[in-house]
């Protein structure tokens, strides 16, 4: 059971320049959400899924692209990478409401020069 | 200010210590997240909190719903405890599935 995988660990980036950051579960959660964690802040959220063709923002959901085509994948686009997107970022998978467990990615570490 | 607090945020202790990490919030809530964030960046799901207490081999949550606070304490700490512990709530309002975290608490043990 491989759980919540997400790719890649490490990127770096020129301002401008766009990507996709990749979630993927295989625990049937409906729930899926992207946080990104900067120094000295809880995690924020970017933007979260209820299930397959659901989406919404989050608290800090500026140039950021979310779709959920089905319900194990979650991608995060970033449209043209801006040095304030410099940070770490996690994926997360959960089920029920309130969730029991919350399971999480191992982490994207991304540098935007 | 923020929604959620925790104290406090760097913490070292030696080997075999009795150790409280806090967390307070300003906001009601439906449940409440300890998750443990490993050095190599990893995170884990320790506990959810609605009411009372939790125990899990060395490690206690509790949580005062009254009272808007919420401790984890591990007994007989060990070096392999060092990690970033995180508070996070789920809000009673809202968003049923959106929470809202602190900026963890650094807890160093030394052996």
């Known amino acids: 059971n491989a759980g919540v995988t997400q790719t890649p660990k490490f990127q770096v980036l020129k301002t401008g320049q766009s990507m996709t950051l990749q979630c993927a579960q295989d625990m049937n959660h409906e729930y899926m959400s992207w946080y990104r964690q900067d120094p000295g802040m809880g995690l924020r959220l970017i933007h979260y899924?209820?299930?397959?063709?659901?989406?919404d923002q989050g608290e800090v959901p500026n140039g950021y692209n979310v779709s959920r085509s089905t319900t194990e994948d979650f991608p995060l686009r970033l449209l043209s990478a801006a040095p304030s997107q410099t940070s770490v970022y996690f994926c997360?998978?959960?089920?029920?409401?309130?969730?029991?467990?919350?399971?999480f990615g191992s982490g994207t570490q991304l540098s935007v020069l | 200010k923020n929604e959620v607090e925790q104290s406090p945020q760097n913490l070292t202790a030696q080997e075999g210590e009795f150790i409280t990490i806090n967390c307070s919030y300003s906001?009601?809530?439906?449940?409440l997240h300890w998750l443990q964030q490993h050095p190599g960046g990893g995170i884990v799901s320790l506990f959810m909190?609605?009411?009372g207490k939790k125990k899990h081999g060395r490690l206690i949550a509790t949580i005062n719903i009254q009272e808007k606070h919420s401790s984890l304490h591990i007994t007989a700490s060990h070096p392999r405890d060092s990690a970033v512990y995180i508070c996070a709530v789920l809000r009673s309002s809202g968003s049923a599935r959106q929470l809202t975290f602190g900026s963890g608490t650094q807890l160093t043990v030394l052996p």
């Open positions: 899924s209820v299930g397959a063709g659901i989406t």
């Open positions: 997360a998978s959960s089920s029920g409401t309130p969730a029991v467990k919350l399971f």
């Open positions: 909190l609605s009411s």
């Open positions: 906001v009601g809530i439906s449940a």
